[in-house]
């Protein structure tokens, strides 16, 4: 099928099985209500919009008329795929609003962009998932499947920003329990200190300074803390200064109380992720989706956090929320290859159960404890969610 208006020629795809993803799917990941347009580079109207997404058969060069295409999509907030063969595979460039990803998968035709493939780019799209997302869903649907795609290898492979070359991947980093239980993210050492003893099993330490000597002393007070857990046993994350953590692991010796290092998406190319491997520390990373779990998943971190699954005030979030419906996708997809599964962003004591209901062992919680009018009841009411 396509469609035509006086300024373009949309692109073929098939339209009853886009109809049918959008009518098995829409209740469960949400549909935007204004549909998505998309075309052939060539046959794309002058005037776009964020709803428009551009399919081109090459990667565009950075000179002459080519370059001006990507500056138009870019002006107009709309999207540019661009794919290449290269052997027997598929190299896809996505450009739009939320930034550049470059992927590899197998090429299973001939046709860069088949009817199917539109069409579940148009219906991922429809669905709420950003444009490199539904890109991975596209290479990753399997013709004539019914289910939402989960075999993770038929999802792409990340070339940019890849966190490793996929042809030489790193050796794993140190292994943590799938069962990581209750998870408590606080912002001060105090708080870790106010948390070891009522056994929170795992523990998090969020604390925000520009001043590097406060840092230091936070990290170290709250890894003294953890240390002196021996009957609670609490695992101690530093989120972010992986660099203190690893100076203080090594000056206090294997027992330093510093389990792991937490990174959120935006830290992970600044990290040395090869130190943080040598080290021994155990390495926790936040996802907000298909593409990033892809691209963490090549370096095999000791656990993945999936979210944010509600809406949170804690931190200014990179994407919407993602719903129960994307969470348990993200669960099905990741947790036969990585079984050590977090799931993040605004989980409390009310909807904890529906959490781990998906089948994770896993949940972090902030305000459910640090805003508790009786914190040990808290803790104990949410550990009991998780011997259930």
């Known amino acids: 099928m396509t469609q035509q208006d006086s300024t373009g020629v949309a692109a073929i795809f098939d339209a009853t099985l886009h109809e049918a993803l959008l009518s098995r799917f829409g209740a469960t990941f949400g549909r935007d209500d204004t549909p998505w347009r998309v075309w052939p580079a060539a046959d794309a109207p002058a005037a776009l919009g964020s709803h428009d997404i551009l399919l081109a058969e090459d990667e565009p060069s950075e000179d002459g008329p080519a370059e001006e295409a990507i500056a138009r999509v870019a002006l107009a907030g709309a999207t540019l795929i661009a794919t290449e063969r290269e052997g027997g595979r598929w190299i896809d460039t996505v450009r739009s609003p939320m930034g550049t990803?470059?992927?590899?998968?197998?090429?299973?035709?001939?046709?860069?962009?088949?009817?199917?493939?539109?069409?579940?780019?148009?219906?991922?799209?429809?669905?709420?998932?950003p444009a490199h997302d539904a890109l991975c869903l596209a290479r990753a649907w399997r013709a004539g499947e019914p289910e939402w795609p989960s075999a993770f290898q038929r999802f792409?492979?990340?070339?940019?920003?890849?966190?490793?070359?996929?042809?030489?991947?790193?050796?794993?980093?140190?292994?943590?329990?799938?069962?990581?239980?209750?998870?408590?993210?606080?912002?001060?050492?105090?708080?870790?200190?106010?948390?070891?003893?009522?056994?929170?099993?795992?523990?998090?330490?969020?604390?925000?300074?520009?001043?590097?000597?406060?840092?230091?002393?936070?990290?170290?007070?709250?890894?003294?803390?953890?240390?002196?857990?021996?009957?609670?046993?609490?695992?101690?994350?530093?989120?972010?200064h992986w660099r203190v953590a690893?100076?203080?692991?090594?000056?206090?010796?294997?027992?330093?109380?510093?389990?792991?290092?937490?990174?959120?998406?935006?830290?992970?190319?600044?990290?040395d992720l090869d130190a943080i491997r040598a080290s021994g520390l155990r390495l926790g990373v936040s996802t907000h989706g298909y593409a990033e779990m892809l691209r963490v998943a090549a370096i095999s971190p000791s656990y993945l956090a999936l979210g944010a699954i509600f809406p949170t005030t804690t931190k200014v979030m990179p994407t919407a929320p993602q719903g129960m419906g994307r969470f348990q996708a993200y669960v099905k997809l990741m947790q036969p290859v990585m079984p050590a599964?977090?799931?993040?962003?605004?989980?409390?004591?009310?909807?904890?159960?529906?959490?781990?209901?998906?089948?994770?062992?896993?949940?972090?919680?902030?305000?459910?404890?640090?805003?508790?009018?009786?914190?040990?009841?808290?803790?104990?009411?949410?550990k009991a969610m998780f011997e259930r």
């Open 101 to 129: 990803w470059v992927f590899e998968s197998q090429a299973d035709s001939d046709a860069p962009h088949s009817p199917a493939f539109v069409a579940v780019l148009l219906a991922a799209r429809a669905l709420h998932f």
């Open 246 to 271: 690893i100076e203080l692991h090594r000056r206090l010796g294997g027992d330093s109380g510093i389990y792991g290092i937490h990174l959120g998406q935006e830290d992970l190319d600044d990290a």
């Open 341 to 382: 599964l977090v799931g993040i962003g605004g989980v409390n004591e009310g909807n904890l159960p529906e959490v781990l209901d998906v089948g994770v062992r896993s949940a972090a919680v902030v305000r459910a404890i640090t805003e508790a009018s009786d914190v040990p009841a808290a803790v104990a009411r949410l």
């Open 156 to 240: 792409p492979r990340v070339r940019h920003a890849a966190l490793a070359a996929p042809e030489q991947l790193p050796p794993p980093f140190a292994p943590c329990p799938a069962d990581l239980g209750l998870y408590a993210v606080v912002p001060t050492a105090e708080w870790i200190e106010r948390l070891v003893p009522l056994g929170v099993p795992t523990v998090q330490l969020r604390f925000k300074s520009p001043d590097g000597e406060a840092v230091r002393a936070e990290v170290e007070r709250a890894a003294r803390a953890a240390r002196a857990s021996a009957g609670a046993s609490s695992r101690l994350f530093i989120n972010d």
